[in-house]
T-cell receptor, first 112, second 111 residues
Framework: NAGVTQTPKFQVLKTGQSMTLQCAQD?????MSWYRQDPGMGLRLIHY???????DQGEVPNGYNVSRSTTEDFPLRLLSAAPSQTSVYFC???????????FGSGTRLTVV | QKEVEQDPGPLSVPEGAIVSLNCTYS??????FMWYRQYSRKGPELLMY????GNKEDGRFTAQVDKSSKYISLFIRDSQPSDSATYLC???????????FGTGTSLTVIP
């Protein structure tokens, strides 16, 4: 039981490049979310999903896309990277969405 | 005004001390309250979860919710150096799927 697995752990992108952050969970959780964590800002919700095929926007969705084709996977796509997207990204999953989330170990992204 | 306010600290205490960590919030609709612990360069780990008002105890940890004051607390008894981490509060309304997080309080327990 690996929990929530995020890859890669570190990434450096040039402005304008695109990439996909991978997230997979093996707990059969319906709810999955992507957060970014910035100093002094706390964790902010980017996108979330309440089940396969269902996604919705969070607090800071601009510049990011998601899809949920399976229960296990919830990738986050950066369409055209900007320096403002330099952050630590966390994927999280929950069985119900109200009893707390299990977080992955994070992806540290730097956009230069 | 942020939905959730949390003093960032840093907070430094001697081993064995009782630690009190707090968050205030502005939205009276919040019903689910959580505390997470985050070690440096790791993901947050769920410590305590409470619904609505009241207290909840788990080992050395006690979570309190005072909805009338819009104030939640986490108490750590007999603090240990391994408790050194950042503690995040989070809360959610009864409807909707978004959790609102505090910015975290950095705690160091000195041996």
């Amino acid at each position: 039981n690996a929990g929530v697995t995020q890859t890669p752990k570190f990434q450096v992108l040039k402005t304008g490049q695109s990439m996909t952050l991978q997230c997979a969970q093996d707990m059969n959780h319906e709810y999955m979310s992507w957060y970014r964590q910035d100093p002094g800002m706390g964790l902010r919700l980017i996108h979330y999903s309440v089940g396969a095929g269902i996604t919705d926007q969070g607090e800071v969705p601009n510049g990011y896309n998601v899809s949920r084709s399976t229960t296990e996977d919830f990738p986050l796509r950066l369409l055209s990277a900007a320096p403002s997207q330099t952050s630590v990204y966390f994927c999280a999953s929950s069985p119900t969405g109200s009893t707390g989330y299990t977080f992955g170990s994070g992806t540290r992204l730097t956009v230069v | 005004q942020k939905e959730v306010e949390q003093d960032p600290g840093p907070l430094s205490v001697p081993e064995g001390a009782i630690v009190s960590l707090n968050c205030t919030y502005s939205n009276s609709a919040f019903q689910y309250f959580m505390w997470y612990r985050q070690y440096s360069r790791k993901g947050p780990e769920l410590l305590m979860y409470t619904y609505s008002s009241g207290n909840k105890e788990d080992g050395r940890f006690t979570a309190q919710v005072d909805k009338s004051s819009k104030y939640i607390s986490l108490f750590i008894r007999d603090s240990q150096p391994s408790d050194s981490a950042t503690y995040l509060c989070a809360m959610r309304r009864n409807t909707g799927n978004q959790f609102y997080f505090g910015t975290g309080t950095s705690l160091t327990v000195i041996p």
